[in-house]
T-cell receptor, first 109, second 115 residues
Framework: GNSVTQMEGPVTLSEEAFLTINCTYTATGYPSLFWYVQYPGEGLQLLLKATKADDKGSNKGFEATYRKETTSFHLEKGSVQVSDSAVYFCAYNFNKFYFGSGTKLNVKP | EADIYQTPRYLVIGTGKKITLECSQTMGHDKMYWYQQDPGMELHLIHYSYGVNSTEKGDLSSESTVSRIRTEHFPLTLESARPSHTSQYLC??????????????FGQGTRLTVV
């Protein structure tokens, strides 16, 4: 069936550390893939997306590459900031949206 | 910036009261959604709509109801609120018929507390 699996959190990092949040998906075909971010008390915002295999989405220093072979879309950032503390959701759209369960990131000064 | 709005942002209400959570979007999107978000952060689809006069139940059973009389408006109603309805409710919208590329736009959410 269709699903998105994300690494469980919370993830706690020091400022300027490297971030990876793993995401794998099971889908029919090759849908576009999304990362959303939810800051405390807010709704979800689109962070980045990739529409086809080998595409790299990027925004605000975050990157994710659409890997068809491994059905993955891992989120990375080279140097996190305290302001990146939020919940991150991996997702795709195939007639409806499939979201991962969310990964909470805490960045300490 | 997304043009989708939810009101109220916060609501504390007594058991048994009827409530309506409002959601409006100005993007002309046909598809609209309601999600319930539990404290563990996971999103649960409770209702969606393909357009005017279309409403469907989502993956998570909910005692709430929705209506879609106008494209831009997708209110959610609870006839008799109970403490188990306490949650964060998120409304979203997206274009319809553009395949898998289309993204969802979310409102800021309504945090409902039933006492």
């Amino acid at each position: 069936g269709n699903s998105v699996t994300q690494m469980e959190g919370p993830v706690t990092l020091s400022e300027e550390a490297f971030l990876t949040i793993n995401c794998t998906y099971t889908a029919t075909g090759y849908p576009s893939l999304f990362w959303y971010v939810q800051y405390p008390g807010e709704g979800l915002q689109l962070l980045l997306k990739a529409t086809k295999a080998d595409d790299k989405g990027s925004n605000k220093g975050f990157e994710a590459t659409y890997r068809k072979e491994t059905t993955s879309f891992h989120l990375e950032k080279g140097s996190v900031q305290v302001s990146d503390s939020a919940v991150y959701f991996c997702a795709y759209n195939f007639n409806k949206f499939y979201f991962g369960s969310g990964t909470k990131l805490n960045v300490k000064p | 910036e997304a043009d989708i709005y939810q009101t109220p942002r916060y609501l504390v209400i007594g058991t048994g009261k009827k409530i309506t959570l409002e959601c409006s979007q100005t993007m002309g999107h046909d598809k609209m959604y309601w999600y319930q978000q539990d404290p563990g952060m996971e999103l649960h689809l409770i209702h969606y709509s393909y357009g005017v006069n279309s409403t469907e139940k989502g993956d998570l059973s909910s005692e709430s109801t929705v209506s879609r009389i106008r494209t831009e408006h997708f209110p959610l109603t609870l006839e008799s609120a109970r403490p188990s309805h306490t949650s964060q409710y998120l409304c979203a919208s997206s274009e319809y018929g553009r395949g898998t590329n289309t993204e969802a736009f979310f409102g800021q959410g309504t945090r409902l507390t039933v006492v």
